[in-house]
């Protein structure tokens, strides 16, 4: 009922955006902690890259899903299966997009923090895409074989990468 209602996946959802939002908290331990004045440029560098190339791959995915987008794991009835695009390289290009961007966060500021927040997405939204992977199955009879030939969220990692 209202927003306490799950069985759409609004869990995940309210996991996701909590655990994103959370990585506007600051670094903890902060790199002084850890004896250094100013963190590595070299890392920040990566890190801030990694954070605008995936906000970028976001925005392709999430404009190649069109009516079909949905911040829900329960695809939405007469959805349109996209496998072209970002959707080429992996089913998930914008739950990959999350994590790398998270990733990009870590890396930039140097938290631990902000690694935990990456593993805690991890498992939220490896948990949302099975999910969502149950309905396009149900939807798309077409779904098995891309699933089949095409990584989940991130190439060769258990968690992120399930092949049938």
């Excluded at 790199?31 to 925005?59: E, K, S, Y």
């Excluded at 996209?82 to 961007?101: E, F, S």
């Excluded at 902000?114 to 593993?119: A, D, S």
Aim: with cysteine.
């Amino acid at each position: 009922c209202g927003g306490r209602d799950i069985r759409r996946g609004e869990w995940g959802l309210r996991a996701q955006l909590r655990l994103s939002t959370a990585h506007l908290l600051p670094p903890w331990p902060a790199p002084a902690d850890w004896g250094l004045a100013i963190w590595p440029r070299p890392v920040f560098i990566v890190g801030v890259l990694l954070l605008l190339r995936r906000l970028g791959v976001a925005a392709q995915a999430f404009a190649a899903l069109g009516s079909s987008l949905s911040p829900l794991p329960e695809a939405k009835q007469g959805n349109r299966l996209i496998c072209q695009g970002p959707y080429q390289r992996c089913r998930h290009p914008m739950y990959q997009a999350v994590l790398l961007c998270s990733l990009g966060v870590a890396l930039s500021i140097g938290s631990l923090l902000h690694l935990i927040l990456l593993m805690g997405l991890v498992a939220v939204l490896g948990g949302k895409a099975r999910r969502e992977e149950r309905s396009l199955l149900q939807l798309h009879p077409d779904y098995a074989v891309y699933r089949s030939t095409t990584p989940a969220i991130a190439p060769g990692l258990p968690w992120l990468d399930w092949r049938n």
